[in-house]
């Protein structure tokens, strides 16, 4: 795959935008909105206590009334962020976001280093890194011209999230399943009940956890390894798949972290875009051992 060439030879930052930024743009925006509004529906819609609040009531004997407080505070934070971000996204508010999603897995760390919280924080990576790479790709004020590197940097922090994120997954399902332990078996059976694929045993759910595991593992070492459009596609489809999982299984209760984790499929179908119109193919080329070769000429 070959980049674009500047539009100058004598200006190499000056690269004139790749085809299909603006299809990226625009889906970053629409899936770190979702995600806003997803962490911010955990809050005022399910009433969950974040791990931050949390954290600051049990180490820092913050009283709970307080925390409480600031939990609103930033779920209402980040309605706005989502709105903005869906008109004008602005590097200072995408900051504030990727600071609050990356605080949450670092406050249940510190709430519990067990392995699971672990996996939950690698899970977690990608509700940080889509933010970072909108403000990398759409950053604004001031509008900068477009520049490579930085996109081509931008779509790195994308793709090592969506790894992370997608290896994550895998790994807690395949603990879950190994360990006859958490949501997910349940989850998993109840949304095939609602689509009306049938019951699912106990034996079934925990071979349906570890095989649905492995895909994930396998989806998100495929994003980490090569820039393949078909791991990316595929990604795209299981990661919004597992995202409407809740809502499918629980109703309205479960659509906060279908909002939440519905990034989790948008940064791979980003990737697929840019991967699908950004780059351009080039086939190989015979070169002829006669062919004339350009002597370099000194400097003087």
Same mark, same amino acid.
């Given at each position: 795959?070959?980049?674009?060439?500047?539009?100058?030879?004598?200006? !190499?930052?000056?690269?004139? !935008?790749?085809?299909?930024?603006?299809?990226?743009?625009?889906?970053?925006?629409?899936?770190?909105?979702?995600?806003?509004?997803?962490?911010?529906?955990?809050?005022?819609?399910?009433?969950?206590?974040?791990?931050?609040?949390?954290?600051?009531?049990?180490?820092?004997?913050?009283?709970?009334?307080?925390?409480?407080?600031?939990?609103?505070?930033?779920?209402?934070?980040?309605?706005?962020?989502?709105?903005?971000? /869906?008109?004008?996204?602005?590097?200072?508010?995408?900051?504030?976001?990727? /600071?609050?999603?990356?605080?949450?897995?670092?406050?249940?760390?510190?709430?519990?280093?067990?392995?699971?919280?672990?996996?939950?924080?690698?899970?977690?990576?990608?509700?940080?890194?889509?933010?970072?790479?909108?403000?990398?790709?759409?950053?604004?004020?001031?509008?900068?011209?477009?520049?490579?590197?930085?996109?081509?940097?931008?779509?790195?922090?994308?793709?090592?999230?969506?790894?992370?994120?997608?290896?994550?997954?895998?790994?807690? /399902?395949?603990?879950?399943?190994?360990?006859?332990?958490?949501?997910?078996?349940?989850?998993?059976?109840?949304?095939?009940?609602?689509?009306?694929?049938?019951?699912?045993? !106990?034996?079934?759910?925990?071979?349906?956890?570890?095989?649905?595991?492995?895909?994930?593992?396998?989806?998100?070492?495929?994003?980490?390894?090569?820039?393949?459009?078909?791991?990316?596609?595929?990604?795209?489809?299981?990661?919004?798949?597992?995202?409407?999982?809740?809502?499918?299984?629980?109703?309205?209760?479960?659509?906060?972290?279908? /909002?939440?984790?519905?990034?989790?499929?948008?940064?791979?179908?980003?990737?697929?875009?840019?991967?699908?119109?950004?780059?351009?193919?080039? !086939?190989?080329?015979?070169?002829?051992?006669?062919?004339?070769?350009?002597?370099?000429?000194?400097?003087?």
């Amino acid at each position: 795959m070959v980049p674009p060439r500047s539009s100058a030879p004598n200006a !190499p930052y000056r690269d004139p !935008p790749i085809r299909g930024l603006g299809v990226v743009q625009a889906t970053l925006r629409i899936f770190v909105a979702l995600e806003c509004w997803g962490a911010a529906a955990s809050r005022l819609v399910s009433g969950e206590v974040s791990d931050l609040c949390r954290y600051l009531v049990r180490d820092h004997a913050i009283p709970a009334a307080i925390a409480g407080g600031l939990d609103n505070s930033l779920a209402w934070c980040l309605i706005l962020a989502g709105f903005v971000t /869906l008109v004008r996204p602005a590097w200072p508010l995408l900051m504030v976001v990727a /600071l609050v999603m990356v605080l949450q897995p670092i406050a249940l760390l510190l709430l519990g280093n067990t392995f699971a919280s672990r996996l939950a924080a690698v899970r977690d990576v990608v509700q940080v890194a889509a933010p970072l790479s909108l403000l990398f790709v759409d950053f604004w004020p001031p509008a900068p011209p477009f520049v490579y590197s930085r996109f081509q940097a931008a779509m790195g922090v994308l793709r090592f999230g969506a790894a992370a994120t997608f290896v994550g997954w895998g790994l807690q /399902l395949l603990w879950s399943a190994v360990q006859h332990t958490g949501p997910y078996a349940q989850s998993l059976a109840s949304g095939l009940a609602r689509l009306g694929l049938g019951t699912l045993s !106990p034996e079934q759910k925990l071979f349906a956890l570890g095989v649905l595991g492995a895909v994930y593992f396998g989806l998100g070492m495929g994003l980490a390894l090569g820039r393949s459009r078909a791991y990316a596609f595929f990604a795209a489809l299981v990661g919004l798949g597992g995202a409407a999982l809740p809502t499918i299984a629980e109703g309205t209760r479960g659509y906060p972290d279908t /909002l939440l984790h519905l990034v989790d499929g948008g940064a791979p179908l980003a990737l697929l875009v840019c991967w699908t119109l950004g780059y351009r193919e080039t !086939p190989p080329r015979p070169v002829s051992g006669h062919e004339p070769r350009e002597m370099s000429r000194p400097h003087h």
